[in-house]
């Protein structure tokens, strides 16, 4: 992140209380909650996300799906499946990055301009906090990059030392 720019950023806080077009919630595989961000996310949008959710017929891992955000502040939760660290041999770093573009496509298809993520997969499905980071931040610029309409993209820290992380694997430009 340069200091020119300005559509990229890198906070500590807590995603559901963003008032952007669409959080992203990293979900597992049934869409209907769980542990972290996203029971977070699920008790944060209330009842009605729950209910959605259980007829979107879950989500593949990699893939993104959208739904409103109901009692959220953000217009629209984006969730997406990232991978479980297996030890860096099952394909998790393609995966993790299909998160971000799937994502994106799902952001920019539905017309959003302002989008925010948790740290995908670095929580219980323990991929490498400097990796992760790598691979988003790579996938954020590219996006940026070719797409003028997005207007701000949040990278949402859970502590201080995933921000450190986030910035410290910022590319040099």
Not at 61 to 78: Q, R, S, Y
Request: with cysteine.
């Amino acid at each position: 992140m340069n200091s020119e720019d300005k559509r990229l950023r890198i906070v500590v806080g807590d995603i559901t209380d963003l008032d952007v077009d669409a959080i992203v919630n990293a979900a597992n595989t049934s869409l209907l909650g769980g542990s972290g961000v996203d029971g977070a996310i699920h008790r944060a949008a209330g009842e009605r996300l729950y209910e959605f959710c259980r007829n979107l017929g879950g989500c593949k891992v990699g893939e993104a799906k959208i739904t409103p955000g109901f009692d959220l502040l953000a217009k629209h939760v984006i969730h997406t499946v990232g991978p479980v660290w297996q030890g860096g041999n099952r394909n998790e770093d393609e995966l993790l990055a299909n998160c971000y573009r799937n994502s994106f496509a799902v952001a920019l298809k539905a017309g959003l301009h302002t989008i925010a993520f948790p740290a995908i997969s670095t929580g219980v499905y323990r991929f490498p906090h400097d990796r992760a980071a790598a691979i988003a931040l790579r996938e954020c610029h590219a996006a940026l990059d070719t797409h003028p309409e997005l207007q701000c993209v949040t990278l949402v820290c859970f502590d201080k030392a995933m921000e450190a992380t986030y910035k410290r694997n910022l590319p040099l430009q």
